[in-house]
């Protein structure tokens, strides 16, 4: 997959592939860098390619001074991070959030074990006003106004954005699968800032918006279980997410349960797999679904242990 990057339509589809590279801004204009003796034409080259070079070094700098160790351990971790991605990657650095390229860093590691592809990592950026025009209409009698006048407010609301990093082994089409496990849980794309390195992994950058608090807990488990449910997407890959552990075991989904609590009141619904009931737990209404072991498959269990896993995760 080329180093691309695209705007998303803020309606949960994916991005265009294959656009170019850096086809969008980056996400915070970077400052200019300082002059120094590279840029200005001294040891190691000037020009195009030593500004660049350059990046790296104001990157490091900057570590140093928000309280990283300095030392040469540091420097060569950043050029062999720098090194490996595309000049569209260092264009689209902040040097005022350089703790930034070492998130990248991580993420990046993680994704040398081939159990934890797509390694990822989610965090959240900042709560954004969006001004919402409602239109009603007007019931009260207004000198000089019909009854039916149409009045426009404005009231204030707020999104939450947050930052979802991917990193896996490349191939083609990823960005469209990265995509859809975003839309799976309702997430809406803004950006998306996509980079392949020179030994074969993806560094896949999302903004989105979708997900309503700012915790980040909730939205990493609901990104693990939309990799299971389209576990097929990851076909091909040295190890599929079907090979993984599930986040919990299937007895854990009766352990908590003391069933002699629980009563059956009625059906209220039936399906492929089984048939819903109200019930009641310890006094309180609850839903009871309960499969039908003719129509069990492997399938149908993932599927139903992820509805379990989803709703602990919402509790």
């Known amino acids: 997959m080329a180093a691309a990057a695209a705007a998303g339509d803020g309606g949960g589809g994916g991005p265009e592939e294959g656009v170019g590279e850096s086809s969008s801004p980056p996400r915070d204009p970077a400052p200019a860098p300082s002059p120094s003796p590279a840029a200005s034409g001294g040891s190691g080259g000037g020009g195009r390619g030593g500004g ?12 140093v001074s928000d309280g990283h160790a300095a030392g040469s351990e540091l420097l060569a971790q950043l050029e062999a991070h720098f090194n490996r991605l595309p000049i569209s990657y260092k264009l689209d650095v902040n040097i005022d959030k350089a703790e930034d390229v070492l998130f990248h860093q991580k ?6 074990d081939p159990d934890r592809r797509p390694a990822f990592a989610v965090r959240f950026l900042r709560l954004e006003e ?9 019931d009260a009698h207004e000198e000089g106004a019909d009854n039916d006048e ?16 991917f990193s896996t082994k490349d191939k083609p089409k990823l960005l469209s699968q990265l995509s859809a496990l975003l839309s799976d849980i309702g997430l809406n794309i ?16 999302f903004v989105v918006d979708g997900w309503p608090i700012e915790e980040t807990d909730g939205l990493h488990k609901a990104l693990e279980a939309s990799i299971l449910r389209n576990e097929g997407s990851w076909s091909g890959s040295e190890s599929s997410a079907s090979e993984r ?17 629980l009563k059956i009141v009625k059906k209220v619904a039936s399906g492929s797999c089984g048939d819903m009931f109200l019930g009641t737990y310890s006094g309180e209404e609850v839903a009871v679904k309960v499969l039908n072991p003719e129509n069990l498959n492997q399938n149908a269990w993932s599927e139903f242990k992820q509805e379990i896993y989803m709703l602990r995760v919402h509790v």
């Open 107 to 112: 993420v990046l590691a993680e994704a040398k």
């Open 130 to 138: 969006v001004n919402v025009d409602e239109t009603t209409n007007s």
């Open 190 to 205: 803004r950006e998306a800032h996509v980079f392949s390195t020179t030994d074969g992994y993806s560094l896949d950058v």
């Open 52 to 63: 660049l070079r350059d990046i790296c070094r104001e990157v490091f700098e900057r570590l």
């Open 245 to 261: 552990s599930l986040p919990f075991l299937a007895q854990d989904c009766e352990t908590d349960i003391d069933t002699r609590l």
């Open 150 to 165: 149409a009045l426009s407010t404005r009231s204030k609301t707020y999104t939450h954005i947050h930052e979802i990093l």
